[in-house]
């Protein structure tokens, strides 16, 4: 009896450490997120963005998106899992525009963002900046 209590015990003991640690991969943020492409809607208030990561190693689930006066910044989170794990994964992301939004930043780690999108003042069309 004492041992079927120590396996049993030992089993929701190795149950609970693996679902923390598949859990707390999707809480990072992704530093590896690269834009491949981007569409406007018609009207000019939707954004789709197409990512990838430059890692072989895990996928983005979810963004987290700041306004900061005419700037959008974007922060990408790991899809829950281990390495390679595509639970929950996109590559496609939809964001509102505010008409007055000129660049679009994503998070590369440190509290730093790196600029990848910008609006041309004269033309009002987006471009990728290198």
């Known amino acids: 009896m004492k041992k079927n209590s120590i396996v049993v015990g030992l089993m929701i003991l190795v149950t609970a450490i693996i679902m923390i640690l598949f859990l707390c ?3 990072e943020k992704r ?7 981007y569409t406007i809607s018609e009207d000019g208030e939707k954004m789709k963005l197409n990512i990838t990561t430059t890692s072989s190693i895990g996928s983005a689930r979810a963004l987290e998106l700041k306004q900061g006066g ?3 910044y974007i922060a990408f989170y790991s899809a829950f899992g281990f390495l390679n794990s595509k639970f929950g994964a996109k590559s496609e992301y939809e964001i509102e525009l505010n008409p007055s ?12 963002y790196e600029l ?3 609006k041309s003042e004269t033309t009002n069309e987006w471009s990728f900046v290198k």
């Open 25 to 27: 991969r999707g809480l």
């Open 31 to 37: 530093t590896d997120v690269v834009l491949t492409d």
């Open 70 to 72: 005419d700037n959008i």
């Open 101 to 112: 939004c000129t660049e679009i930043y994503f998070y590369k780690g440190d509290g730093e």
């Open 116 to 118: 990848v999108l910008q």
